[in-house]
C-alpha cells in the first residue's frame, strides 16, 4: 500500500530499526522510558506530553507532577527527542492584555503548529475539567487565549490546517471522573474563539473489547494521501481495574467528521513493566506523534503507567495497510453525525 505523509520534512527524526521477532506494525523504543521518576527535585513525573519539530530541534510541553501532585505544563527541546532538557519553571501564561492568568493545574496537552503559530490545547480547571488553549511563536512568551469549552471536556486536538476555511478540533465530552460515556467528537470555529457546527465523529466499543469504555484523541493528526490518520485511546474496564491502549483511525481529509477506516485492533497496549506498573498501572496514553514525508516514518511519543514517557515507531505503509486490513466500524462511524 503507497501512502504519502503531507507535511514538512523532519530529517532527524527519532527511529530505531524494527526488531526482527515484532509482527506488528507498531513498535517501542528499545531505551523506554525516555523520561523516568524525579527528573529534577520538584518533578516526580513527567508523561501524557506533546512533542514537535521546530527550526531544527525537537520542542515539547510536558505534563509535570510536582511533589504536591499538582500538575504543571512545563517547555522543554532536545536535538534528537529522545533527551530532553525540561525547563524547571513552569509556563508562564500571560493573558491578550499581558497580564498574568496562571491555570490552578494543567495536563495532558497537545501542541500544534497552524501557519506561524504554535497552539497549545490542554485540560484546565473551570469550574471541572475543561479545554484551555494558548499560544506562542518563539516558545519564550506564552499568551493564553479564551477557554475553548465548557466542562466537562479532556482531550483537546486541533487539526494543523484550516480546512475548507474552518479550524477543527477534536474533543470527549465527559463528567467529572471515569466517564459512563465517551465518545469522540469535533467542533468547528472561524477564529479559534467561537466553536460550535458539533459533529459527532466516532463512538467507544462493539469493534474491540479493548475501548468497550470510552475513547478519546491522542495525537495531532496526520495529513496523508489517505486521510487523516488519527492516533487515539481506548480504554476497557477489566477485574483489575482500567487498561489504556493505542489505536488508529483514518479520517476523510475533506470532511473529518467522517471515519474512512478504523483498526479493532489496539496498535499498543500494556505490556512493559513501565508500562504496567506505576503512578497508574496499565496505561498507555498517546499525545503526540512525529511524521517525515521523506522516510515515512512516524514516532509516537506516548505516556506510560501515568508516570513515565516513553517512544514508539512505525512506518506508514505498513501501519496503513494494518488498518485497512483490520478496518471495521461501528454504526454511524462513516457519515456526518448530526
Known sequence: MEVKIIGGSIPNIPWEKKPEDI??????????????????????????????????????????????????????????????????????????DGRSWIPQYSYDPRLIKIEDTWYIVWCTDFGGPTLAMGRTKDFKSFVRMENVSLPFNRNGVLFPRKINGKYYLLSRPSDGGHTPFGDIFISESPDLRYWGVHRRVMTKGNIGWWQMMKIGAGSVPIETSIGWLLFYHGVVNTCNGYVYSIGAVILDRDDPSKVKYRCSNYLLTPEKEY??????????????????????RIAIYYGAADTYSALAFCEINELCEYIVDHNELNPGDDIEYR
Open 275 to 296: 508500562e504496567t506498573s506505576g503512578f497508574v498501572p496499565n496505561v498507555c496514553f498517546p499525545c503526540a506523534a512525529l511524521a517525515d514525508p521523506d522516510t515515512g
Open 23 to 96: 509482527n506488528r506494525p507498531v513498535w517501542r523504543y528499545s531505551e523506554n522510558p525516555i523520561i523516568g521518576w524525579n527528573k529534577y527535585k520538584e518533578a516526580a513525573r513527567i508523561y501524557n506530553s506533546a512533542a514537535a519539530y521546530h527550526e531544527g530541534r525537537f520542542v515539547g510541553v510536558f505534563r509535570v507532577e510536582a511533589m504536591d501532585g499538582k500538575p504543571q505544563l512545563h517547555f522543554g527541546s532536545s536535538p534528537d527527542g529522545i533527551n530532553w532538557d525540561i525547563e524547571e519553571k513552569d509556563i508562564q501564561w500571560v493573558d491578550e
